[in-house]
């Protein structure tokens, strides 16, 4: 083997998680997902469960690697959240944590001001009803647009402005109270380490 070929392969080993496509429960996230005419990577995927029950898997794609919610904010262009559930959901169910995870990572007079925007996110996602095991629920932040809600490939309610509303979202899985302080390792590109 050359020196050449010994580096190469090297640095194929060491290649971080966004390069590769990810399978978790059966859901595969791919190495890569086109969003406003945007390439975007996968930073990260994960499975948020408790016990043996296992909610959802979610992957977070973006413009370039980030390793804490300031770096994916930073990165530059559109970002996406994509949620596959591994069970099926009332959409009551499906919402009600996302708001208490904002509650949680917001300061009380942000989270306050910005309840317009939190209630009409709610009632785009209270209007599916039920959020079927293995559809896939994308939550993208469009620059000059904002947060729009993509289900099987289809945009379902109304954007909703500000870029903080969508730092929220994102604060909800790798924000300072994250729901699992594992899943936010594995979003941010880090590994699980061995049980």
């Keep these: 083997m050359t020196l050449r070929t010994i580096a190469l392969t090297l640095l194929l080993l060491c290649a971080p998680l966004a390069s590769q496509a990810a399978e978790l429960e059966g859901m595969r996230f791919e190495p890569s997902a086109r969003v406003a005419d945007v390439s975007l990577k996968l930073n990260g995927a994960g499975v948020r469960g ?8 979610i992957g977070l794609y973006l413009g370039h690697p980030g390793g804490t919610l300031d770096d994916a904010m930073a990165a ?23 708001v208490r995870g904002l509650k949680k990572n917001l300061p009380a007079d942000e989270f306050e001001a910005m309840q317009p925007r939190i209630q009409a996110f709610s009632n785009d996602l209270l209007a599916l009803q039920e959020v079927r095991k293995g559809s896939r629920v994308a939550l993208d932040w469009i620059p000059g647009r904002g947060t729009r809600i993509m289900v099987d490939g289809t945009e379902t309610g109304t954007a909703i402005p500000g870029e ?27 590994t699980r380490s061995p049980e």
């Design 76 to 98: 530059p262009g559109a970002k996406r959240i994509e949620i596959v559930p591994l069970l099926d959901l009332p959409a009551a169910q499906f919402n009600k944590p996302l």
């Design 50 to 57: 408790r016990s043996f029950i296992k909610a959802y898997a």
């Design 164 to 190: 903080d509303f969508y730092r929220g979202l994102l604060a909800i899985w790798i924000g300072p109270k994250p729901t699992q302080d594992d899943l936010k390792t594995l979003l941010l590109g880090g």
